[in-house]
């Protein structure tokens, strides 16, 4: 089962940051927040990871509280194209555990 | 294109015929997941693979389900005497055999039993 809870839908509006939350209360000290997203009929696509220091790249930003229970995902400038669905996901530091997916959250972004 | 690919992208089968899905990793990559997505729902996990080893198998790999990589590379998923309720989006996924990696995902296999 995942180990994350997630809100099941989110609006945001074209240009302004999307903030994504997710609890993962249980969350182990060896064990990593991933962020995938879905656009519809596509595989999942990587956005970005992080184990306790806040982390950037080029799609997004992932902030996690100090105590790690929980994590938001931000998309600095929301396109249409950023329509899909986000999943939050624990994994263990050895990434030789699958990934499981809960039912994430399907972000609108309205023009 | 270096990304994982997977082969056919649609795939339309008679109840109780077999069918055979094809996933080819990125060039390199030890670690290979296999993934099944009803609509509505989030991937579920099917089975894993290091290299040729076939570590993991999910208890929704039914006796009809049999996957293998015989050579670490390419690997394949059959399904045997399919069902209506196989019906589902069949997703790729593979990675690098390191710690804290991210894995990668094909465009999966759309499979309709008629």
């Known amino acids: 089962d995942a180990k994350t809870t997630q809100p099941p839908s989110m609006d945001c509006a074209e240009g302004r940051a999307a903030n994504l939350p997710c609890n993962h209360s249980?969350?182990?000290?060896?064990?990593?927040v991933y962020w995938y997203r879905q656009i519809h009929s596509q595989g999942p696509q990587y956005i970005i990871h992080?184990?306790?220091n806040n982390e950037t790249n080029e799609m997004a930003s992932l902030i996690i509280t100090e105590d790690r229970k929980s994590s938001t995902l931000i998309l600095p400038h929301a396109t249409l194209r950023d329509t899909a669905v986000y999943y939050c996901?624990?994994?263990?530091?050895?990434?030789?555990?699958?990934?499981?997916f809960g039912k994430g959250t399907r972000l609108s972004v309205i023009a | 294109d270096t990304g994982v690919s997977q082969d056919p992208r649609h795939k339309i089968t008679k109840r109780g015929q077999n069918v055979t899905f094809r996933c080819d990793p990125i060039?390199?990559?030890?670690?290979l997941y296999w993934y099944r997505q009803t609509l509505g729902q989030g991937p579920e996990f099917l089975t894993y693979?290091?290299?040729?080893?076939?570590?993991?198998k999910s208890r929704l790999l039914s006796d009809r389900f049999s996957a293998e990589r015989p050579k670490g590379s390419f690997s394949t998923l059959e399904i045997q005497r399919t069902e209506q309720g196989d019906s589902a989006m069949y997703l790729c996924?593979?990675?690098?055999?390191?710690?804290?990696?991210?894995?990668?995902f094909g465009q999966g296999t759309r499979l309709t039993v008629v």
């Open positions: 996924a593979s990675s690098a055999d390191r710690a804290s990696t991210e894995a990668f």
């Open positions: 249980t969350i182990s000290g060896n064990e990593y």
């Open positions: 992080g184990l306790k």
């Open positions: 996901i624990v994994r263990g530091y050895s990434g030789n555990t699958p990934l499981v």
């Open positions: 060039s390199e990559h030890n670690r």
């Open positions: 693979f290091q290299n040729e080893a076939q570590l993991e």
